[in-house]
């Protein structure tokens, strides 16, 4: 719970998927069932998770 805690309140983003620090943003990646979390992803792994579900 703590290192959650200091991902969220650094300023350090970086993509959960590959590692990349470029145009990093908290997405929402749902299942088929409309439940999910939220994920700091790149553009390109954002696209690859939304591509998944669908």
Do not use: R, W
């Not at 200091?6 to 439940?35: A, F, P, Q």
């Amino acid at each position: 719970m703590l290192e959650k805690l200091k991902k969220v309140l650094s300023d350090e983003k970086k993509c959960e998927k590959c590692g990349s620090e470029d145009h990093v943003e908290k997405v929402y990646i749902s299942n088929i069932t409309g439940h999910g979390h939220f994920e700091y992803l790149c553009a390109s792994c954002a696209l690859k998770e939304k591509v998944k579900v669908y």
